[in-house]
């Protein structure tokens, strides 16, 4: 008998916990009788029924999230036709909480298991393993199932005997949370997960109640055994994995539980291996942020929620923050510049026009994350926000991801204006290739939301291409937007540019839009020789002559002082047209780069 759970990921480099963790849970016995197939939402769907069908399953169990939903929806169409013996089964969040309508709509599916299916699923597969054994026996006792939500020992019964289960006759008994610590490591073999994110789980639950998430309905925190953690955490350091990805909802709800992990790593640090945690950062203490402000750089990243600054938006979203404490912490975790921060907003939440997501954006962003996430609201069957949709006037998308169109507040026309924004926020900030462009630039606008709505126009006018591959095409749409917004400044922006490309790359050709340096040669080769005498400024590269120096770092004259992000903020008013200060060389070292965002250590020839 072989079970095989399928898995349609939203990118290559991502991994599906759900499918590992209930192969994971078979046990011993019945693991033999699981197969795991991965796949994309970018794959054909003909090339994925394929494989289902050359693999030959006799039950096939899919894991349905939003953004696989469609997808799968057109494989349980196709299935059927080629393996009419197969059992078909659903899984995941997307079809727990209308699973009878679900089965209503797709008579072709067996089942679907509701909520969480570590121990359901072991029990279904030993039923398709063992055969329903006294399923029909007038006078069988069924079992009981104790705390952990296993099922006690006694005969295999039916379908309807297991809990947690939808059948197209009704549904079975609920079945009672898991002990999150008798779930198995899921990572046995690394092998399927080379340049892939891995995922970790610490905790299950959230203690707050946001009305837009699911988490929201599972009240109850539940936190894994601290020294089965420290175990597993041990695992991945070992083996130097690049990146896990803690998929907790809420990590630092329990201060003590936060502290053992992130002391661990701090203790056990491997140099490579990078942690992601989804934190609320007003929950944040001192002691955590001294700890975090101890960290390698690069060995964790931060992922904040911040949604909104709005009170009444707050109120309605029943989502409590300290935004001034918030705030302090961002700040303070800043200042350590070691940990990546990600602060989230949501567009198109209750009582939150236009006018007033821009407050938010403009807020959060003088936070200065290293990214800004601009989301848009999706209603997700069986939250608050969902059933209050009406109420609201939200409109939303029929199918998957069921994303806000309008709202009483904010028109569709604005949600659009904001996509185009987002587009701009990705392009510029979130490629962290502007560093210095940008804050000079946000001078030129009343504020930071401001500025990226005219770039977006300015785009959509001059039909420029956001999906353009060439980086040179980005920076020099943006000198051509500053040029217009604020012509004084035209050469101030032409050196901050150039500064932020050779920050990140060491062009082999030199852009368009960087001024002639072409006077400036003869001291530049000069520079190189006397640095290959006395390596004053690159004493890490011995060994290699003048030539090869010029090759491997650059030299650039600047007459502004554009690697100092305050000082050109500061005398914005001063940098108009006209010379600036007298010229300075500074040395781009791509060997040293700043881990965190990957920019060469830059430093002026003098220093």
Same mark, same amino acid.
């Given at each position: 008998?072989?079970?095989?759970? *399928?898995?349609?990921?939203?990118?290559?480099?991502? %991994?599906?916990?759900?499918?590992?963790?209930?192969?994971?849970?078979? +046990?011993?016995?019945?693991?033999?009788?699981?197969?795991?197939?991965?796949?994309?939402?970018?794959?054909?769907?003909?090339?994925?029924?394929?494989?289902?069908?050359?693999?030959?399953?006799?039950?096939?169990?899919?894991?349905?999230?939003?953004?696989?939903?469609?997808?799968?929806?057109?494989?349980?169409?196709?299935?059927?036709?080629?393996?009419?013996?197969?059992?078909?089964?659903?899984?995941?969040?997307? *079809?727990?909480?209308?699973?009878?309508?679900?089965?209503?709509?797709?008579?072709?599916?067996?089942?679907?298991?509701?909520?969480?299916?570590?121990?359901?699923?072991?029990?279904?597969?030993?039923?398709?393993?063992?055969? &329903?054994?006294?399923?029909?026996?007038?006078?069988?006792?069924?079992?009981?199932?104790?705390?952990?939500? $296993?099922?006690?020992?006694?005969?295999?019964?039916?379908?309807?005997?297991? &809990?947690?289960?939808?059948?197209?006759?009704?549904?079975? #008994?609920?079945?009672?949370?898991?002990?999150?610590?008798?779930?198995?490591?899921?990572?046995?073999?690394?092998?399927?997960?080379?340049?892939?994110?891995?995922?970790?789980?610490?905790?299950?639950?959230?203690?707050?109640?946001?009305?837009?998430?699911?988490?929201?309905?599972?009240?109850? *925190?539940?936190?894994?055994?601290?020294?089965?953690?420290?175990? !597993?955490?041990?695992?991945?350091?070992?083996?130097?994995?690049?990146?896990?990805?803690?998929?907790?909802?809420?990590?630092?709800?329990?201060?003590?539980?936060?502290?053992?992990?992130?002391?661990?790593?701090?203790?056990?640090?491997?140099?490579?291996?990078?942690?992601?945690?989804?934190?609320?950062?007003?929950?944040?203490?001192?002691?955590?942020?001294?700890?975090?402000?101890?960290?390698? &750089?690069?060995?964790?990243?931060?992922?904040?929620?911040?949604?909104?600054?709005?009170?009444?938006?707050?109120?309605?979203?029943?989502?409590?923050?300290?935004?001034?404490?918030?705030?302090?912490? *961002?700040?303070?975790?800043?200042?350590? +510049?070691?940990?990546?921060?990600?602060?989230?907003?949501?567009?198109?939440?209750?009582?939150?026009?236009?006018?007033?997501?821009?407050? %938010?954006?403009?807020?959060?962003?003088?936070?200065?994350?290293?990214?800004?996430?601009?989301?848009?609201?999706?209603?997700?069957?069986?939250?608050?926000?969902?059933?209050?949709?009406?109420?609201?006037?939200?409109?939303?998308?029929?199918?998957?991801?069921?994303?806000?169109?309008?709202?009483?507040?904010?028109?569709?026309?604005?949600?659009?204006?904001?996509?185009?924004?987002?587009?701009?926020?990705?392009?510029?900030?979130?490629?962290?290739?502007?560093?210095?462009?940008?804050?000079?630039?946000?001078?030129?606008?009343?504020? #930071?939301?401001?500025?990226?709505?005219?770039?977006?126009?300015?785009?959509?006018?001059?039909?420029?291409?956001?999906?353009?591959?060439?980086?040179?095409?980005?920076?020099?749409?943006?000198?051509?937007?500053?040029?217009?917004?604020?012509?004084?400044? $035209?050469?101030?922006?032409?050196?901050?540019?150039?500064?932020?490309?050779?920050?990140?790359?060491?062009?082999?050709?030199?852009?368009?839009?960087?001024?002639?340096?072409?006077?400036?040669?003869?001291?530049?080769?000069?520079?190189?020789?006397?640095? !290959?005498?006395?390596?004053?400024?690159?004493?890490?590269?011995?060994?290699?002559?003048?030539?090869?120096?010029?090759?491997?770092?650059?030299?650039?004259?600047?007459?502004?002082?554009?690697?100092?992000?305050?000082?050109?903020?500061?005398?914005?008013?001063?940098?108009?047209?006209?010379?600036?200060?007298?010229?300075?060389?500074?040395?781009?070292?791509?060997?040293?780069?700043?881990?965190?965002?990957?920019?060469?250590?830059?430093?002026?020839?003098?220093?």
């Amino acid at each position: 008998m072989k079970f095989l759970l *399928v898995a349609v990921n939203a990118k290559y480099i991502h %991994s599906n916990p759900a499918v590992y963790s209930l192969r994971a849970c078979a +046990g011993e016995g019945l693991r033999r009788h699981v197969e795991l197939a991965e796949y994309t939402i970018n794959q054909p769907m003909a090339e994925i029924l394929a494989d289902i069908y050359a693999r030959r399953p006799d039950a096939i169990g899919f894991s349905c999230y939003i953004w696989n939903w469609r997808l799968v929806r057109e494989l349980l169409g196709e299935l059927p036709k080629l393996l009419p013996d197969a059992a078909l089964w659903l899984g995941g969040p997307e *079809v727990s909480y209308d699973a009878d309508v679900i089965l209503r709509g797709y008579p072709q599916v067996a089942g679907i298991m509701v909520g969480e299916g570590e121990i359901t699923f072991r029990e279904l597969l030993d039923y398709y393993v063992k055969g &329903p054994r006294a399923a029909e026996s007038e006078g069988a006792e069924p079992r009981g199932v104790d705390d952990a939500g $296993r099922r006690e020992a006694g005969p295999a019964l039916g379908l309807a005997d297991i &809990p947690g289960l939808c059948l197209p006759t009704g549904y079975t #008994p609920c079945r009672p949370l898991t002990d999150l610590s008798a779930i198995p490591f899921l990572y046995d073999d690394l092998a399927p997960f080379e340049n892939r994110i891995l995922y970790y789980e610490s905790s299950r639950g959230c203690p707050f109640r946001c009305s837009y998430c699911l988490s929201s309905i599972e009240k109850q *925190v539940r936190l894994r055994d601290m020294d089965i953690v420290k175990r !597993e955490l041990q695992f991945f350091l070992d083996h130097r994995v690049r990146q896990v990805k803690f998929i907790d909802r809420t990590f630092n709800c329990s201060h003590s539980h936060a502290m053992a992990i992130w002391t661990y790593l701090l203790e056990h640090d491997n140099g490579v291996t990078n942690f992601h945690f989804e934190i609320s950062a007003d929950l944040l203490r001192e002691d955590e942020i001294e700890l975090l402000n101890r960290f390698r &750089p690069g060995l964790a990243q931060l992922e904040i929620g911040v949604q909104t600054v709005n009170p009444g938006t707050l109120e309605a979203i029943r989502r409590t923050a300290d935004l001034e404490r918030l705030e302090s912490a *961002v700040a303070a975790i800043r200042r350590g +510049g070691n940990v990546h921060l990600h602060l989230d907003l949501i567009a198109g939440l209750p009582y939150e026009g236009y006018e007033s997501f821009g407050k %938010s954006f403009d807020r959060v962003y003088r936070m200065r994350p290293h990214q800004l996430q601009l989301g848009f609201l999706k209603v997700l069957k069986g939250s608050e926000m969902w059933e209050r949709a009406a109420e609201y006037g939200i409109r939303y998308l029929e199918q998957p991801p069921y994303e806000v169109l309008c709202t009483d507040w904010l028109s569709y026309e604005e949600v659009l204006r904001l996509k185009r924004i987002e587009e701009m926020v990705e392009l510029y900030y979130n490629s962290g290739q502007f560093t210095h462009t940008l804050p000079f630039l946000e001078k030129a606008f009343p504020g #930071p939301f401001a500025m990226y709505g005219a770039l977006a126009e300015f785009y959509e006018e001059k039909g420029y291409l956001t999906a353009s591959p060439a980086r040179a095409y980005r920076y020099q749409a943006l000198l051509d937007f500053a040029g217009r917004r604020d012509p004084r400044r $035209r050469e101030a922006y032409r050196e901050l540019l150039t500064y932020d490309l050779y920050l990140r790359e060491n062009a082999k050709s030199r852009p368009g839009f960087a001024p002639d340096i072409s006077a400036w040669k003869e001291a530049a080769r000069s520079f190189y020789r006397e640095e !290959e005498q006395k390596r004053r400024y690159l004493p890490d590269y011995e060994g290699f002559d003048s030539r090869q120096l010029a090759r491997m770092t650059h030299l650039e004259p600047f007459a502004y002082p554009v690697w100092d992000i305050d000082r050109m903020a500061e005398g914005y008013a001063a940098y108009g047209a006209g010379e600036g200060p007298k010229h300075t060389f500074v040395l781009f070292d791509y060997r040293r780069r700043d881990p965190l965002t990957w920019e060469a250590a830059a430093q002026t020839i003098g220093d």
